[in-house]
Each structure stands twice: as C-alpha cells, then as structure tokens.
Nanobody
Framework: WVQLVESGGGSVQTGESLRLSCAAN????????MGWFRQTPGEGREEVARKFIRGGGPPYSDAVDSWQRRFSISYDTVKKQLNLQVTGLTPGDSAMYFCAAGIGPNCRWSYWGQGTQVTVSQ
C-alpha cells in the first residue's frame, strides 16, 4: 500500500518560487510513475508534471504547455521523495497540489496524497 504525504505549500507573492515535497512510503515495483496535480474549488484535477521512476516511459515534459515549463519534477530514489520546484508563481497557480503514484507502464494513477495548499497573492 502506497502512502503519499505532501509538504511545502504556503502563501507566497507573485514571482516567488516554491518547492513542494511528497514523502512516498510503500513504493514497490508496481509503481512506474509519480506525478503532481493541482485543483481549485469547483474544477477537476489538472496534471502538472509526471516522472517515470521505472520502465523508461516518455517524459511528460515533451508535450507540456508553456505554463508547465515553470514546473520541475524530480524523484529522490534513496529518500523515496518526489519534489516539485515551481518558479515565477502567479495567482493563477493558487490551488491544492496533490502528489500521485501510478501503477504499471501506462501510469494508471492509483494512489493520492491529501494535498498541500499553495496560495499566491499579488
């Protein structure tokens, strides 16, 4: 059973950077990818970035929109920690950010954290 716990959210001002972390316990060989999503009230979850941690799948960053290039994802295999570095934050980035783990080479999102809130003010 995979448990994901996010941290690092908070209130920042426009233009600032933030680093989110996700402690991943129980990650086994069934987990092929990990990712970050965000959600605002009344909206669906939006994928921000993903990273394949096994299987050599295509990096999502090859097909990201321009706004996603401000998001840099990394995975520490020793600490079992997923990180998201975000630069140039704007109020439009304000959302609850969720960490997720995907099963299998098709990266079926199966496990979710509770989320960490990011609020960006002018």
């Amino acid at each position: 059973w995979v448990q994901l716990v996010e941290s690092g959210g908070g209130s920042v001002q426009t233009g600032e950077s933030l680093r989110l972390s996700c402690a991943a316990n129980g990650v086994d060989d069934n987990v092929y990818c990990m990712g970050w999503f965000r959600q605002t009230p009344g909206e669906g979850r939006e994928e921000v970035a993903r990273k394949f941690i096994r299987g050599g799948g295509p990096p999502y960053s090859d097909a990201v929109d321009s706004w996603q290039r401000r998001f840099s994802i990394s995975y520490d295999t020793v600490k079992k920690q997923l990180n998201l570095q975000v630069t140039g934050l704007t109020p439009g980035d304000s959302a609850m950010y969720f960490c997720a783990a995907g099963i299998g080479p098709n990266c079926r999102w199966s496990y979710w954290g509770q989320g960490t809130q990011v609020t960006v003010s002018q």
